[in-house]
C-alpha cells in the first residue's frame, strides 16, 4: 500500500467523521420554526441591527432552500436556509457565493453558518419595468457584460465535462426507475446525440468559470447592469453552457448576444458551436423533469411557475403544463426531447456537426 493511498483514505476517513459529527450535531438541536421571524433573529444577531427588522418569505423558484428578505427600511437582506445538505457541498456554495463577489457580479455575503445552513447575504433589487424599456441591442450587450465578467472572473474550484456528466445521468434514467416508468421515450437516442456532440470541436472548447443555470430568475437587473445569484451550480464548464441558457431563455436575438459576447462578427463555427449547445441545455432541461419532477411538482405548489418558465415552455409545446403535477413535467420533458430529436433530423444539425467535426 503506497504512502500517496495511505494518506488518501485518511482524509476519506475524516472527511466521513465530520459529516457524520455534523449531521449529529444538526439532528441533535431542537429544530427550530424557519419563518419570517427566525429570519429577522438571524439577521439581527449576525449583523448586530438593534433597529426594527420586517421579513418576508421569497417565492416561486424551484430551489430547496428557504428565502427570506429582510429590511430595516434602508437597506435590504437576504437569508437563505437550506437544511439536509452535506457539510462540505454547503461549503462549496458559500466558496462559490464568494467568488462572485469577488468577481463583481454577484451579491455579498455577510455571514454564514455551515452547521445551522444559514447564509445572510446582500438582497439584489430586480427592475424588470426599466429592463424593458431598453433596446434590444442594449440588453444583448448586458447579457454578454455579465457572461464575459463570469467566464473572465475568479475560478470556482471543481469542474465538469457537461458531455460526460450528461451521459452518465441519462444512462443512470435508461437504467433506473425513470427509464421503467418512461419507456416510451428514447433516452438511448439521447446518449447517442450527446456522443456525436461530444467528438466535435464543441467539447475543445476549453473551460471556464461557469454558472451553469442562469434562467432569468437567477439574473437580477438593476441600475444599469446585471448581476447573478444562485450559484450552486457554478464549476469550471464549457462557457457555451451559459451562452446557450441565455439565448434560449432570453428574448433576444442569440446572433447579436454572440457579437456582443465575443466582440466580433461571430464566425460560421462560433454560431454552429452556440446551436448544438442550444441542444445539450434542453436535454439536460429534460433530464431534470425526469429525474425530479415529483420534488418540483411539490415545490411549485407553494407559488406559480415564473413566467420565464412559461416562455421556455411555449416555444417547445402548446400543451397547457400542470406544474402541480409530476406528470405535467414528464409531458414538458417529452415534449422538449422531441424537439432535439426533431432538430437533428434538420439540415442545420447536419451541417453544424459536420463544421466542427
Known amino acids: 500500500m503506497t504512502r500517496e493511498y495511505v ?9 466521513f467523521v465530520v459529516s457524520c459529527y455534523w449531521l449529529w450535531l444538526r439532528k441533535s ?14 439577521v439581527k444577531k449576525t449583523l448586530a441591527i438593534s433597529g426594527p427588522l420586517t421579513a418576508t418569505r421569497l417565492t416561486g423558484g424551484y430551489t430547496s432552500a428557504l428565502l427570506f428578505r429582510v429590511t430595516d427600511g434602508t437597506k435590504d437582506f437576504v437569508v437563505r436556509v437550506l437544511a439536509d445538505v452535506p457539510l462540505v457541498e454547503f461549503e462549496q ?4 457565493l464568494q467568488v462572485a463577489s469577488a ?3 454577484g451579491p455579498q455575503v455577510y455571514f454564514a453558518d455551515p452547521v445551522r445552513g444559514v447564509v445572510v447575504m446582500e438582497y439584489l433589487p430586480h427592475d424588470p419595468v426599466r429592463l424593458q424599456k431598453l433596446s434590444p441591442d442594449r440588453v444583448a450587450e448586458l447579457l454578454a457584460d455579465i457572461l464575459r465578467a463570469i467566464h473572465q472572473g475568479p475560478r470556482f474550484s471543481g469542474s465538469r465535462n457537461i ?4 451521459g452518465k445521468e441519462l444512462k443512470k434514467l435508461r437504467e433506473g426507475p425513470v427509464g421503467q416508468a418512461h419507456p416510451d421515450i428514447p433516452i438511448a437516442r439521447l446518449e447517442e446525440f450527446v456522443r456525436v456532440l461530444q467528438n466535435t470541436a464543441l467539447a475543445r472548447v476549453p473551460d471556464v468559470p461557469c454558472h451553469n443555470d442562469l434562467h432569468p430568475s437567477n ?6 447592469s446585471f448581476k447573478a445569484i444562485d450559484f450552486d451550480d457554478a464549476l469550471q464548464s464549457n462557457p457555451y453552457y451559459d451562452l446557450a441558457m441565455v439565448a434560449i431563455f432570453q428574448a433576444i436575438d442569440e446572433w447579436l448576444l454572440l457579437e456582443k459576447y465575443l466582440g466580433h462578427v461571430p464566425s460560421p463555427r462560433e454560431y ?4 448544438l449547445m442550444k441542444q445539450v441545455v434542453r436535454i439536460n432541461h429534460a433530464r431534470v423533469f425526469l429525474k425530479w419532477g415529483p420534488a418540483i411538482a411539490a415545490r411549485c405548489t407553494s407559488g406559480p411557475a415564473p413566467s420565464w418558465f412559461e416562455g421556455f415552455t411555449k416555444g417547445i409545446t402548446d400543451e397547457v403544463i ?7 413535467l414528464g409531458t414538458l420533458a417529452k415534449s422538449t426531447i422531441n424537439k432535439v430529436l426533431a432538430s437533428a433530423e434538420t439540415q442545420e444539425f447536419r451541417d453544424a456537426v459536420k463544421l466542427l467535426s
Open 29 to 42: 438541536r431542537a429544530a427550530p420554526v424557519i419563518d419570517e421571524s427566525y429570519a429577522i433573529d438571524v
Open 322 to 328: 400542470d406544474f402541480g403535477r409530476a406528470d405535467g
Open 272 to 275: 454552429a458551436q452556440l446551436y
Open 103 to 105: 468577481g463583481g457580479y
Open 219 to 224: 439574473l437580477r437587473f438593476a441600475g444599469d
Open 93 to 96: 456554495g458559500i466558496a462559490n
Open 7 to 15: 494518506l488518501i483514505l485518511i482524509a476519506g476517513v475524516l472527511v
Open 163 to 166: 458531455f460526460e456528466y450528461l
